[in-house]
C-alpha cells in the first residue's frame, strides 16, 4: 500500500500544486490539505439555485408571513393607530404641499397613496409613507426651477414625473437588493442633512407665519432669514393667528409631557391629547377664520386662507414623463432619491431597533420605489418615510402595517367629505404647523456634544453640512456631507498605519467583589503556567493602543518583526504599510553581508551603504533580519497591486539579507481568496533557495492541532481507553492516524475521518502552506524556530 507521503505526492500533483514536500509525515495527529478556491466555485456561490429564486419572489411581499395570523387583537390596536395617525396626516400633507409649491389636495393624494399600498411590501409596522417637509421642500425647488425652464409644463406635472423617475430608480435598487448603499452615509451626515433642511425650512415659513409679502424663499436660508427681519414692519394680522397657533401646538405638548411625567397612570390619554393637538390646532383656528370670514365676499379676506379645494381626485391620470421634462430635473434627480433614501431607511432601521424588530433596507426600497410609482397616477408627488408620523404610530400601539390601511380610510374620507371645511384654513396656521413639525428634526447641542465625544471629525462632516445647507442650498448641502464623509472615509484608509509588536506574558487575574484576588489569579496560580491563565500576548511596542507603558514589550527574536495592519491591505495603503515596514527594518538591522553589495558604480543612486564598505563600524550590534511575520486579522481580501507591492518588498529584502533569505509568515488569514492570491504570489511556500540550502532535518514545521470534537475527540476517546485499559491520561503518541482517512477530497464531510478511532486530533489549516498560521503565536513560534537554520 503506498505511503501518506505518496499519496499527497500524487493527489497534488494532478492538482499541479508545488511544493507539497513541504508537507510534514506525523503519525499522531490527522493531516489536512487545504484546497484553492476556484473561479468556478465562486460562480456557483453567486448563482442563485431554485429554491433561492423562490425564496426571493417570497420576500418581495412580506405581508404573506403575517396576514394568516390576523386577529382582533391587532386589529383593534391597527385601528387606534391608524385614525390617530390619519388625523395628523391630513392637516400635515396639505402644508407639506404648499412647501412642493403645489396645491394643498396634492398632498392628500400623496399621503393616500404611501400608506394605501406600502403594507404590501412593509418590513416595519411603525412607518408611514407620504409628504415629508425636507422632501416637500426639495421638490418645491424642483417645481421652481422647472417653472423657469418649461413654463407651459404645470408644477404638479413635474412633482408626479419626479416621482416615477426616482421610484422606478429606488425599485430597481431595491429588487437588485441594494439597500446596503444607504450605509455609505454615516449618522452625522444624515443629522446635519435634517438640521440644514429643518432650518431652510423654518426661514422659508415665517413670513408665511407673519403675514410678510415680497420675501423670496427660494434664497439661500440666510438671505431669506435677512430678508424676514427686513420685512417686520410689513407683517399683517396673519401673525396673529400664525404666532398663537405655534405657541399653542408647544404649550399642549409641554403641558401633556409634564402631566404624563406627574401622572404615570393616566400617560397613555396625555399622549393622545399631545399626539391630536395638530388636528384639533387646525380645527380651532378654521372655525375662526371661517367666523371671520364668512360674512364677508371672498375678495375681502381678512388673512390669507388655502380656499378650494377640488372634492375627490380630480387629477387622476397617467402622468407625462418625457425628455423635455426629466431634463428639467435631472440635474437635482440625484439629491432627491438621496433624501427619500436617508429618511426613510434612517427612520425605519431606528424605529426598528426600538421596537425589537430588524427591516430590510432592500425591501424597504421595493416599498418606496412601488408608491412612488403608482401614487402618480393619482396626482401625488415623491414621498418617504415621515419621522413625526412614524413616532406617532409607534406610540399609538400599531401592530401590523396594516394601520396603513386605516389611516387611508380617514384621508379618503377628508378627500371627499371635508374639502369644504378646508377652504377656511389660514395658511399662517399651516406654516405654524410646519414650523412645529421641522423643529423636532433639528439635531440638539447634546447630540453634537456626544458626536465630538465619539468622534471629532464627525463635528467637521456635521458642521459643514448644516453651513453649507444655510448659506446655499440643501443640494449641495447634501453632497457636502457626503464627500466630506467619504473624503475622511479615503484619508483614514490611505494614510493608515502599521504597529510593530512585542512579546508579552498574559496572565487572567479574577478579582471578588471585595477587591480581592481569587481563582486564576490567586498567588499559586500566578507562579504556575496554567494553561487558562497565562499566555502570550502581542501588544504594539509603541503602546498606541493605550495599553500600559510600563510592560517591558521585546520582539520575539533579534531579527524577527512582527507587523500588524491598521485598515486592510489592498492598492491605497500597501505602500504605505510598506514603507513603514522597510524603513523601521533598515534602521533597526544591519546587512547579513556588506561585501555582496557590490561596486560604488553598480549600486543604486539612494543606497545608503558607506562608499568603502570596509570604513563600516565593526562594532554593529545590530542583528540580521531573520524574518518577518504579519497579522492578517484586519484583512479580508488583497488585490494585484497588494500583492506586487509584497513582492517587491520580499525581493528588496532578500537582496538586503543575502546571502540568507528572509521567511514570510501570515497569521489570521481568514478568507480563502486571500490565500489563494498570497500563494500565486509565491507566499506560502518555503523559496527553493532555501530549499536548496536546508540540510534534512534543518528546516521545521510548526502547526496547531484541534480536537475533532464528538465522538472522535481526544476526550472522548481518553475515557473509553481508561476505561478499556486503566490508563489515568489520554496518550496522543499511542493514537496512530492510519493511511485510510487522511485526504479530504471535497472539503465537506470528507475532511475528517470516518471511523472514530482512526484519529483524535487533526491540523487546523492546510500543511500543505506551511507559512500560513493559525495565529500569532504559531507564526512567531515558526519564524524563532527556523531563525538559527
Given amino acids: ?26 503519525s499522531n495527529a490527522d493531516l489536512f490539505i487545504e484546497r484553492e478556491p476556484t473561479v468556478a466555485e465562486f460562480i456557483q456561490e453567486i448563482t442563485p439555485s431554485r429554491q433561492a429564486v423562490g425564496r426571493y419572489v417570497y420576500n418581495l411581499f412580506p405581508f404573506i408571513q ?54 404590501f411590501f412593509a418590513t416595519s409596522k411603525d412607518i408611514t409613507i407620504g409628504p415629508v417637509a425636507v422632501m416637500s421642500q426639495v421638490t418645491g425647488n424642483i417645481v421652481l426651477h422647472a417653472k423657469d425652464v418649461i413654463p407651459h409644463v404645470e408644477g404638479h406635472v413635474v412633482a408626479s414625473a419626479l416621482a416615477i423617475i426616482c421610484g422606478a430608480i429606488i425599485l430597481f435598487m431595491g429588487l437588485a437588493r441594494l439597500g446596503w448603499i444607504v450605509e ?24 408665511k407665519l407673519m403675514g410678510i409679502s415680497g420675501v423670496n424663499t427660494r434664497n439661500a436660508p440666510y438671505r431669506v432669514i435677512i430678508d424676514t427681519l427686513k420685512g417686520l414692519p410689513r407683517t399683517k394680522i396673519d401673525a396673529a393667528l400664525g404666532l398663537t397657533s405655534l405657541f399653542m401646538l408647544y404649550l399642549i405638548r409641554g403641558f401633556c409631557t409634564y402631566m404624563a411625567k406627574k401622572q404615570p397612570q393616566r400617560a397613555k390619554t396625555y399622549f393622545f391629547i399631545s399626539t391630536l393637538r395638530t388636528a384639533f390646532v387646525i380645527l380651532l383656528y378654521t372655525a375662526i377664520s371661517a367666523a371671520v370670514n364668512v360674512p364677508r365676499h371672498k375678495k375681502h379676506l381678512k388673512f390669507s386662507l388655502i380656499k378650494d379645494v377640488p372634492r375627490g381626485f380630480q387629477h387622476a391620470e397617467p402622468p407625462t414623463v418625457n425628455a423635455e421634462i426629466i431634463k ?75 394601520a396603513g390601511v386605516i389611516t387611508a380610510v380617514v384621508v379618503l374620507l377628508a378627500v371627499y367629505a371635508l374639502t369644504s371645511v378646508f377652504y377656511y384654513i389660514p395658511n399662517a396656521a399651516l406654516a ?15 447630540v453634537i456634544l456626544q458626536f465630538w465625544r465619539v468622534s471629532p471629525l464627525e463635528v467637521i462632516i456635521f458642521l459643514a453640512g448644516v453651513f453649507v445647507t444655510i448659506f446655499t442650498d440643501i443640494e449641495k448641502g447634501i453632497y457636502t456631507t457626503v464627500c466630506v464623509s467619504f473624503a475622511i472615509v479615503l484619508w483614514r484608509l490611505f494614510l493608515s498605519r502599521g504597529r510593530f509588536l512585542g512579546v508579552a506574558r498574559i496572565r487572567t487575574v479574577v478579582t471578588s467583589p471585595n477587591g480581592s484576588v481569587t481563582g486564576l489569579g490567586t498567588e499559586k496560580s500566578l507562579t504556575e503556567d496554567s494553561e487558562k491563565s497565562l499566555r502570550t500576548g502581542f501588544l504594539p511596542l509603541d503602546h498606541e493602543d493605550g495599553s500600559n507603558p510600563r510592560i517591558d514589550l521585546q520582539r520575539p527574536y533579534p531579527g524577527i518583526y512582527v507587523y500588524r495592519f491598521a485598515e486592510g491591505f489592498n492598492y491605497p495603503n500597501a505602500t504605505r504599510y510598506l514603507n513603514h515596514l522597510t524603513e523601521t527594518i533598515f534602521k533597526e538591522t544591519r546587512r547579513t553581508d556588506v561585501t555582496l553589495v557590490g561596486k560604488i558604480g553598480d ?51 532578500d537582496r538586503y539579507a543575502a546571502p540568507g533569505t528572509v521567511d514570510w ?87 475528517v475521518p470516518k471511523n472514530p478511532g482512526s484519529a483524535r486530533l487533526v491540523a487546523v489549516h492546510g500543511l500543505n502552506r506551511p507559512y500560513f498560521h493559525f495565529d500569532l503565536q504559531e507564526a512567531v513560534e515558526a519564524a524563532v524556530a527556523n531563525a538559527e537554520r
Fill in 66 to 119: 403575517w396576514i394568516g395570523k390576523y386577529n382582533v387583537t391587532w386589529l383593534i390596536g391597527d385601528l387606534v393607530a391608524g385614525i390617530t395617525v390619519g388625523a395628523v396626516v391630513v392637516p400635515q400633507s396639505m402644508a407639506y404641499a404648499q412647501l412642493a409649491q403645489l396645491p394643498v389636495e396634492f398632498g392628500l393624494y400623496s399621503s393616500f397613496m404611501g400608506v394605501l399600498i406600502y403594507w
Fill in 328 to 402: 428639467a430635473f435631472a440635474s437635482e434627480l440625484p439629491a432627491a432619491i438621496i433624501v427619500m433614501l436617508i429618511e426613510h431607511i434612517s427612520i425605519s432601521k431606528s424605529f426598528g431597533r426600538v421596537n425589537n424588530y430588524v427591516i430590510d433596507p432592500s425591501q424597504e426600497l421595493v416599498a418606496i420605489g412601488v408608491s412612488n410609482l403608482l401614487g402618480p397616477f393619482l396626482g401625488a408627488y415623491p414621498a418617504t418615510g415621515s419621522f413625526s408620523r412614524t413616532a406617532i404610530k409607534s406610540k399609538a400601539g400599531v401592530r401590523t402595517p396594516f
Fill in 665 to 751: 509568515h501570515f497569521a489570521h488569514i481568514e478568507n480563502r481568496w486571500t490565500k489563494r492570491a498570497l500563494a500565486a504570489a509565491g507566499f506560502g511556500y518555503r523559496s527553493p533557495k532555501l530549499k536548496e540550502g536546508d540540510a534534512a532535518g534543518q528546516w521545521k514545521t510548526i502547526f496547531s492541532i484541534a480536537d475533532l470534537g464528538g465522538s472522535d475527540s481526544a476526550a472522548k476517546a481518553a475515557a473509553l481507553d481508561d476505561k478499556a485499559a486503566g490508563r489515568g491520561s489520554y496518550d496522543v503518541e499511542s493514537k496512530v492516524a492510519p493511511d485510510s482517512e487522511i485526504w479530504p477530497a471535497s472539503g465537506s464531510e470528507n475532511d
Fill in 603 to 653: 549600486r543604486a543612486w539612494n543606497d545608503p551603504t558607506p562608499r568603502n564598505v570596509e570604513k563600516e563600524p565593526v562594532d554593529d550590534t545590530r542583528p540580521i533580519l531573520k524574518a518577518i511575520v504579519l497579522d492578517f486579522s484586519t484583512v479580508n481580501n488583497i488585490d494585484v497591486t497588494a500583492a506586487q507591492a509584497l513582492i517587491d518588498v520580499r525581493n528588496q529584502l
Fill in 184 to 207: 455609505v452615509i454615516p449618522l452625522p451626515a444624515i443629522c446635519a442633512f435634517m438640521t440644514g433642511s429643518g432650518i431652510n425650512i423654518i426661514a422659508g415659513q415665517v413670513c
Fill in 1 to 26: 500500500m503506498a505511503s501518506i507521503k505518496e499519496r499527497l505526492q500524487r493527489a497534488f500533483d494532478s492538482q499541479h500544486y508545488e511544493a507539497d514536500d513541504d508537507i510534514p509525515s506525523i
Fill in 432 to 446: 405654524g404647523v410646519i414650523i412645529h413639525a421641522v423643529g423636532d428634526v433639528i439635531t440638539p447641542p447634546k
